[in-house]
């Protein structure tokens, strides 16, 4: 809980601060790689730092945060924690690394705030971090504490590399040590490590897809512009070996809930909806579902046999697509829930680009679900949820 004495100061200064954080993360990355540029090796994506996106959303997340503490003192925001929290962990952040975060972040608000960054309002602003920091560390070492070894990146041998759509393909991969395995939740996902052709290591996250017992598969789609997926697409081959961690992330199904699903996907973004099918054919064959999909074409829809599969073996579900193609799909064009009947009480999953998320969220908030009901997975940085007041609520 933030104290009474930093309170008043982060109500007056939260304002400036949110709206300077795009100018603040500039300097506060620069300084921070110079220092540690191992940093950029095996931890931090350097297309996202490219982007801008990841600067963003860690220094945004902290105003978000601090936001929260102003209009729920009581409570800290678990969703926000929970999703940073398995994103680290998939990259083995350890505590050691928050004072070098804390000490760049806040040598370039200083530099931002001028005169207007006193002691006081630094101190209440380094409150803010540390709470949120000992959050983040308190569920990285229970996610940690929870896997089946203590190893970051276990070696995996690629057993098969399949094409599942034009520019998709299905990695197969087998444990290539010992190292004991923790069983995966439908819904989470690695991250895979590979060596870049300049030397750095850069690791990204992969949903990860249904697969034979004691394997890991994970579909990915070739980004030309991205670092990490065409060495994948290209350069990585069966027998090879990658680098691949443990499993997380908290987008799953509720274990207890028998309420209807909704499941709605674009392009690769069906690769979590594979792995609460699967679970659903394995564990609730009878759950209500409705499957939504939006691609450009047929060839281009991953995996699109597996879920048609899928639905086929679960008496109460129903596959629904949007297609760019004259004729494939059972629409034409994007996506539009107002085409299908929600189910009353549905719990819904989405996954895709995020401007494909956003207006189905509009969508279904308007066909009356409530956006407490609405999940999501979002490949890269969130900078959605950093804006959603009812997420941090
Ligand atoms: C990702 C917040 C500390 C390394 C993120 C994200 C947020 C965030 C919001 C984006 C999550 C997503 O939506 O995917 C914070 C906060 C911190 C903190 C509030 C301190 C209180 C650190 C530290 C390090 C670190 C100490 C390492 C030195 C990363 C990396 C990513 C990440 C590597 C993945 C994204 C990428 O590579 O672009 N963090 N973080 N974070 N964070 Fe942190």
């Known amino acids: 809980?933030?104290?009474?004495?930093?309170?008043?100061?982060?109500?007056?200064?939260?304002?400036?601060?949110?709206?300077?954080?795009?100018?603040?993360?500039?300097?506060?990355?620069?300084?921070?790689?110079?220092?540690?540029?191992?940093?950029?090796?095996?931890?931090?994506?350097?297309?996202?730092?490219?982007?801008?996106?990841?600067?963003?959303?860690?220094?945004?997340?902290?105003?978000?945060?601090?936001?929260?503490?102003?209009?729920?003192?009581?409570?800290?925001?678990?969703?926000?924690?929970?999703?940073?929290?398995?994103?680290?962990?998939?990259?083995?952040?350890?505590?050691?690394?928050?004072?070098?975060?804390?000490?760049?972040?806040?040598?370039?608000?200083?530099?931002?705030?001028?005169?207007?960054?006193?002691?006081?309002?630094?101190?209440?602003?380094?409150?803010?971090?540390?709470?949120?920091?000992?959050?983040?560390?308190?569920?990285?070492?229970?996610?940690?504490?929870?896997?089946?070894?203590?190893?970051?990146?276990?070696?995996?041998?690629?057993?098969?590399?399949?094409?599942?759509?034009?520019?998709?393909?299905?990695?197969?991969?087998?444990?290539?040590?010992?190292?004991?395995?923790?069983?995966?939740?439908?819904?989470?996902?690695?991250?895979?490590q590979v060596t870049v052709p300049d030397g750095l290591r850069q690791p990204r996250q992969f949903t990860l897809v249904p697969s034979e017992p004691g394997h890991r598969r994970v579909v990915v789609r070739e980004d030309p512009q991205g670092e990490v997926t065409p060495v994948l697409h290209r350069d990585v081959a069966v027998g090879d070996v990658l680098e691949v961690s443990n499993p997380y992330g908290d987008v799953v199904l509720d274990p207890d809930s028998r309420a209807p699903l909704v499941l709605v996907s674009a392009g690769i973004g069906v690769t979590p909806v594979l792995a609460f099918l699967d679970q659903l054919v394995r564990e609730d064959p009878e759950r209500e579902v409705l499957v939504l999909h939006a691609d450009r074409s047929e060839a281009a829809w991953p995996c699109r046999e597996q879920v048609r599969e899928y639905v086929s073996q679960l008496p109460n579900a129903r596959l629904v697509s949007w297609l760019g193609t004259p004729g494939e799909g059972d629409h034409e064009g994007r996506m539009d829930v107002t085409q299908v009947e929600i189910p009353t009480g549905a719990e819904v999953f989405m996954c895709g680009p995020l401007s494909f998320m956003q207006s189905v969220r509009s969508q279904l908030i308007d066909a009356g679900v409530p956006c407490r009901a609405i999940h999501y997975e979002i490949f890269g940085p969130d900078l959605w949820m950093l804006h959603d007041e009812a997420r941090a609520a």
């Open 1 to 192: 809980m933030l104290s009474e004495k930093s309170r008043p100061v982060i109500a007056q200064t939260l304002g400036v601060v949110a709206e300077r954080i795009p100018h603040i993360t500039p300097e506060f990355y620069r300084s921070m790689f110079e220092a540690r540029p191992d940093l950029l090796d095996g931890m931090f994506s350097r297309a996202n730092q490219k982007n801008g996106t990841q600067p963003q959303a860690l220094a945004g997340s902290i105003a978000m945060f601090a936001s929260h503490l102003l209009n729920h003192p009581d409570s800290y925001p678990d969703e926000v924690l929970s999703r940073v929290a398995h994103k680290h962990a998939s990259l083995g952040l350890k505590p050691e690394e928050y004072p070098t975060v804390h000490e760049h972040l806040f040598k370039a608000i200083a530099a931002d705030l001028g005169d207007a960054a006193t002691p006081e309002v630094v101190a209440a602003w380094d409150e803010v971090y540390w709470l949120m920091a000992d959050a983040l560390i308190k569920l990285e070492k229970g996610l940690y504490a929870s896997q089946a070894n203590d190893v970051m990146f276990a070696p995996y041998r690629v057993v098969s590399k399949d094409e599942v759509a034009d520019g998709a393909l299905a990695f197969d991969l087998e444990p290539a040590d010992g190292t004991p395995m923790t069983p995966a939740v439908a819904g989470q996902y690695v991250s895979v």
